[in-house]
C-alpha cells in the first residue's frame, strides 16, 4: 500500500545521495534497489485499509476504483457520462479493447498473466485482477461467496496483490506520474551506463502512442509491434469482411481496405520511433479471434434473434473455430492459407518507411514471421519481403534499413536453429508460446486453475509464465542461441515475451548473451535496473 | 484395390518359396516386402471401379459400404433394423462409441490421423475416413458439391486411400481373415527371429476383447491401456457422477461405482495378457470429453428444451470448458486436481493383479502416470501407487510384478528426462502429444487444413502425424533415450503414439535403442516386420 511507496521513494533517495560521485558505490546501489522498488514509485497504491472479498492474479500493477460493468459497450456508456469504470468480464477479446481503454482498472474471472486482458492492461499500463475464479459473473451482477456486486456498484482492485475489494479504497493523493523523485531517473542513468553495449532495452508497443510512452521510459526501440491490435475496435469490421470474403475480388477489396490504415500506422510508429529499430510482427492471432462467440450466435440462431449479417458470422466463426486455437490455424500458418494478408502488411510497411525517409526521417525496421517451425516457410515468406524491399529501395537512394527475422517460440524452432539462422536476420524469443508449448500449459487454462495449486504443493518453484522456466524453456532458448550463432556469428537476438520484464528472466537472458529484451513500456525502467544488476553479477 | 491385393498374395507366396532354408534368402525377403502388401492381405479393399466423390485422410484402412447415419444412436437403430451402416459426424468423441462400434466404417469432416475417430477405428481395424472439409454436414442429409447424401443413402468408403463414392462399390468375395496366405504368417515368424532381443512389438488395447486379437496378431504386450475408454457406452453416467459430485461423499459414491468396474476390467485384461506385460495409462483427457457439447445445451436452454439433469450437464460443461484443453486440465493435473481418481485407479488395478495371482495367473503390470512435466509429479503420484503396491502385496506371498513409469510426451519432460529417470521405472514416449506440443500442431485443426497445403507446398517432408519427424521431435526424444539410460541404465523404453506402427518411424526407434514400440492391434503385423527389417538394416 502507501507506505510502501513512501518507503521506495525515501530508499532511492538515501542510495543516491550515499553513492555521489563513486562508481562502486554507484554500482551497490544499482544492486540494493529492487523491481518493487519501482513499481511502487510507478503505479497508485490504495492508501487505505480494507479487507478483500476475493483474491486473484495480479496480473498489471496499480490501483483502481470504479463502478462495474459488464461488458465493454456498457463500460464505454458510463464513462461517457461520467463514471470511472472497472470492466469485469470471465475473459475479453479484441472485440473488448474499446471498454478496456477507458475502464479504471480490468478484472477477470478466467485466464491468467498472459492472458488477453493481463497483456493488454500491462501495455497500457492499467490495473488489473485476473482469474479470480472465486467470482460466479451472471448478466448483470456477480456473486463473491455471500456478497452480490451489481451493474453500478463501486468496488477497488488492487492490480500488484490481485486483491478485489467491495466499495472504494483510498488512494493517495496525485496521480503516480507526479510524484516520482528525480533521484529515480539518476539511478536508471546510473543503469543505462553500467549495462551500455550489453543487454538493450526495448518496449512492446502496437501504435505511436504506446511508442512515445515507451520512449519516454528510455526504451531504445520497439522489440514487438502486434500488428494484430491493428485491427481493433473500428477496425473489427475490416478484418471481418477480409475473413468472410468468399471471392477474390472480395477479398482484395478487404484487403485494400485494410492497406490503407495499416500504411498510417506504420508510418505513425516509424515517426514516433525515427532512428530507432522497430520490430513488426506479421499476423499472428488465429483469425476466429476476431469473430465474435459462435455459442451466443447460435443461441441467437436458435430463439430467432440473429440478424443475417450475423448469420455470415456465425458460418465464418465454425468455420475457423478450432478445437486448440494456440495449437492452430495462426502465425505464418495463416498467412500461408491466405497469402495476400502477409503480403498487404509487408507493402504497407514498406510504404511508411519509404514515406519516411522521403520526409527526411530514419526508418530502422525489422519484419518478424511469427510461429515457424521450419526453415521452409521462412524461405517461402522471405521471398514475399525480399521482393517488397527490392521494390521499396528502387523508390530510395539509399538502400532501407530493414532486417527480417523470425519468432522463435515452438520447440521445433528453437531445435533447429542452426538451420533457420541461414534465413534469419534476427531471432526473437516468444517466451510466452515456448512456455506454453514445452510445458504443454494453456496459459488461459492452467494458470488459474492447476499453477496456483502446483505452487501450493511445491511441484514448481516460479509461475513459468511470470518467471522463466530456466531448466526446460531456458534449456531450448540456450541451444538455440547457441546453434544460431555458431551458423550465423551476427545473427541479432532478443526476447518479446512478457519474460522480458522480469529480473529473474533477465539475467538469464544476459547470461545467455541476448542483444535485447522487450516488455511492456510500463515495464522499462524495471527492465533497464535488472539488465544492469545482470551485468553487476555476471561481470 | 482388389489387384494389390492378389499380388501381394502372390509375392508372399513366392519371396517364402524362394527362400527356403536360406538365412541370407530370408533376409532378403524380409527386406523385400513392404508394409502396404500386409495392409493389403490383411484388410477389404474394394474391387469395382468407380470415381471418388471427395477424398480426405485415409485414416483406418480397409473398404466399408453402408447407409449413412448422422449420429450414433441413429446408427445404432438402423444396424439393429440389420442394415450395414456409415456413421458421419464432423468428428466423433467418446459419446459416440456406441455407434462407432457397430458402424461398417466412419467418416468425418474434421479432425486427422489422430482424432478421436482415427485412433479408436484403427484400434478396431475399422474403415475411416477423416477430415473430409468438402462434405457439408447437415442434420439428415451432407453435401458434396452437387450432390446431397440423406440419411439412409448408401455410400463406400476407402480407408487406405481416403476416398469417398456415392453408392455401393464392389469389395472382393469374403472376409479378409479368411484369405490370407499362410506364408505371412511364415514370413513374420522369421521377422520376430531376426528382431528377438531387440525391438519388442506390442499393441494398444484397452479391454480383454482387444488384448486377445492383438495376442493373435503376435503382440507381445499391451503397451498402452487407454482407461479413459473404459468409462464410455453405459459407464458415461458413473464417470459423470464423478465430475458433477459436489461434495466429497457424492465423489466418493462416484468413485467407488467407477471402481467396481475398473476392477472388472483390469481383472479381465491381465488375464487376456497373462504373463505379458500390460502397461495401464491413468486417465488421461480433459474431463469435458465425458460431457455433452455445451453449445448444444445452452441452444436448448435458450429454446426451453432443456431437462433439469442438463442443467447440471450444462454448468459442468462450462466449469471444466477450456480455451485449448490438449494444453489444460488433463493427464496427471487432473489426477492431482482430483486426487480421488488416480488412487481409485490404482487401487482397482492392484486388486485385479492380486485377484490374478490368487486365481495362479502370472500378471505383469505397469502403471502409467501421463503428461508430466516436472520430475515433483512424478514423485507426489508414485507415492499414491507405492503405497498400493505395498498394501496388495501384503496379499500375496510373492511380490507383485508392478512397475512405475511415465509418458514423455511434453517437451519439457523430454529435456529434463535425466531427472524424471531417477523416479521412473519406464518411459513411453508419446509421440503423438510430444508432435503436437513441439509443432504448435493440434492434431484435430491442423492435419486437414495446414497439413496437406504444407505439404503440397514442400514446407513438410511428410506428416509428422504419420511418420516422426526425426529431426525436430526425434532429437528430443533422442536426446531423452540418452539422458534417461546415462541416469539409469535399466530404465525400460517404449513408445507408444501412433508411430508405433510406422515403418520409417519403428526404424528411427530401433535407431535409438528403444525396446518396444506399441500400436493398434491391426498394426502389429507390420510392425513386426518393420522392426525385423530395421535390425537387418542397422546391422
Known sequence: MADQRETAALKVQHLVLEAGDDLGRRHDALLAIDAEDIEALLHAQFSGQSDSVAIGLGASPGAAVGQVCFSADDAVEAFDAGADVILVKDETSPA???????????????????????????????????????????????????????VGDVISIDGASGEVFLGAVDRGDGAPEDDVPDELGILLGWADDVRAGTLAVRANADNADDALRARSFGAEGIGLCRTEHQFLGERLPLIRQFIVADSPDDEAKALDALAAVQRQDFLALFEA??????????????????????????????????????????????????????????????????????????????????????????????????LIVDRSELDLVRKWIDDEITAANRLVADPLDVLVGTMVETPRAALLAGEIADASDFFSFGTNDLTQMTFGFSRDDVESKIVPEYLRLDLLVANPFESLDTSGVGALVRSAVENGRARRPDLKLGVCGEHGGDPASIDFFASVGLDYVSCSPFRVPVARLAAAQAVLRQS
Not at 130 to 139: M, Q
Not at 357 to 365: D, L, N
Request: aromatic share 4%; net charge negative; hydrophobic share 45%.
Open 96 to 150: 473488448d479493447v474499446h471498454g478496456m481503454a477507458i475502464a479504471e482498472g480490468i478484472l477477470t474471472t478466467r485466464g491468467g498473466l498472459a492472458s488477453h486482458a493481463a497483456v493488454v492492461a500491462r501495455g497500457w499500463g492499467k490495473p488489473a485482477v485476473c482469474g479470480v475464479e472465486a467470482i460466479s459473473l451472471g448478466a448483470d451482477q456477480f456473486t463473491i461467496g455471500d456478497h452480490i456486486v451489481r
Open 273 to 370: 520511433m525515427d532512428g530507432l529499430p522497430v520490430t513488426v510482427r506479421l499476423l499472428d492471432p488465429p483469425l476466429h479471434e476476431f469473430l465474435p462467440d459462435t455459442e451466443g450466435l447460435a443461441v441467437s440462431a436458435a430463439t430467432g434473434d440473429l440478424a443475417s449479417d450475423d448469420h455470415v458470422l456465425l458460418d465464418a466463426g465454425r468455420k475457423w473455430q478450432e478445437t486448440n486455437p494456440m495449437l492452430g490455424t495462426r502465425g505464418v500458418r495463416l498467412g500461408i492459407l491466405r497469402q495476400g494478408l502477409y503480403q498487404m502488411q509487408v507493402e504497407a510497411i514498406l510504404w511508411a518507411a519509404v514515406e519516411r525517409r522521403r520526409a527526411g526521417g530514419q526508418p530502422i525496421v525489422e519484419v518478424m514471421v511469427p
